[in-house]
C-alpha cells in the first residue's frame, strides 16, 4: 500500500526561528513526485514546494526547502526565517501515477 | 476565473438519505480527485479520474460513487448515508501527472450525517 506519513501531529516554532517537518513514505516506484501542501483556517490549499525522486537536488522556494532522502524515503521541509502567516496545517504528498496521497498533516503554530 | 466550483457548501443528511456533491472546473483539466477530511486528520482519497468516462478507486471508496461524463464535472454520490460520512469534502483538478501536478482544489463541502 502507498502510505505517507507524518509522525509529529503538532508543532510550534517562535517568530524568525527555523522549524523541521518530517514525513517518510512507502513507494514501489523508482520514480515518483513529492509534494509539501499548507492548509491554513480558510481550508484552502496551496501548493508549498514540489520535488521530483530522480532529482538528487533539494527543491528550494524562498523560505521553504526540502530535505530528500531517497534511500531511507525521508522528506522533510524546513521553514526559515518562520512568520505568523507560516500559522497551518501541513501535509506531505506523494504522487504515485494519477493520485496523490497525503499524509495526516502537521499542525504549526508559530507565535511572536 | 472560477477554477474549481464546489456545491453545497454546507449539508446535513440523516442517517439512510443521498445526495450528490457537485464538482465542475472550468480549467479543461483531464485529471479530478474527490478527498475527504476528517476532523484533524489528513486528506484521504475517496475517486479520482484521469478523463472523461474514466474513474477508480482511491483509498476510501466505500459507501460512495463517482461519474465522469464531462471533462468539467466530477460529481460524487452517497447512496445510504452514515455518520462515519461526516467529513469535509474536497473536489480537486489537474491538467495531468508529474512534476506539474498542482492540484487546484474546491472550497469544501461541509458534511454531517445525523
Known amino acids: 500500500a502507498q502510505t505517507v506519513t507524518q509522525s509529529q501531529p503538532e508543532m510550534s516554532v517562535q517568530e524568525a526561528e527555523t522549524v523541521t517537518l518530517s514525513c517518510t513514505y512507502d513507494t514501489s516506484e523508482n520514480n515518483y513526485y513529492l509534494f509539501w501542501y499548507k492548509q491554513p483556517p480558510s481550508r484552502q490549499m496551496i501548493l508549498v514546494i514540489r520535488?521530483?525522486?530522480?532529482?538528487?537536488q533539494n527543491a528550494t522556494e524562498n523560505r521553504f526547502s526540502v530535505n530528500f532522502q531517497k534511500a531511507a524515503k525521508s522528506f522533510s521541509l524546513k521553514i526559515s526565517d518562520s512568520q505568523l502567516g507560516d500559522t497551518a496545517m501541513y501535509f506531505c504528498a506523494k504522487l504515485p501515477p494519477g493520485k496523490l496521497i497525503f499524509g495526516t498533516g502537521t499542525r504549526l503554530q508559530v507565535f511572536p | 476565473n472560477a477554477g474549481v466550483t464546489q456545491t453545497p457548501k454546507f449539508r446535513i443528511l440523516k442517517i439512510g438519505q443521498s445526495m450528490t456533491l457537485q464538482c465542475t472546473q472550468d480549467?479543461?483539466?483531464?485529471?479530478m480527485y474527490w478527498y475527504r477530511q476528517d476532523p484533524g486528520m489528513g486528506l484521504k482519497l475517496i475517486y479520482y479520474s484521469v478523463g472523461a468516462g474514466i474513474t477508480d478507486k482511491g483509498e476510501v471508496p466505500n459507501g460512495y460513487n463517482v461519474s465522469r461524463s464531462t471533462t468539467e464535472d466530477f460529481p460524487l454520490r452517497l447512496e445510504l448515508a452514515a455518520p462515519s460520512q461526516t467529513s469535509v469534502y474536497f473536489c480537486?483538478?489537474?491538467?495531468?501527472?508529474?512534476?506539474?501536478?498542482?492540484?487546484?482544489f474546491g472550497s469544501g463541502t461541509q458534511l454531517s450525517v445525523l
Open positions: 480537486a483538478s489537474s491538467s495531468g501527472g508529474g512534476i506539474n501536478e498542482k492540484l487546484f
Open positions: 480549467m479543461n483539466h483531464n485529471y
Open positions: 520535488q521530483e525522486a530522480y532529482k538528487q
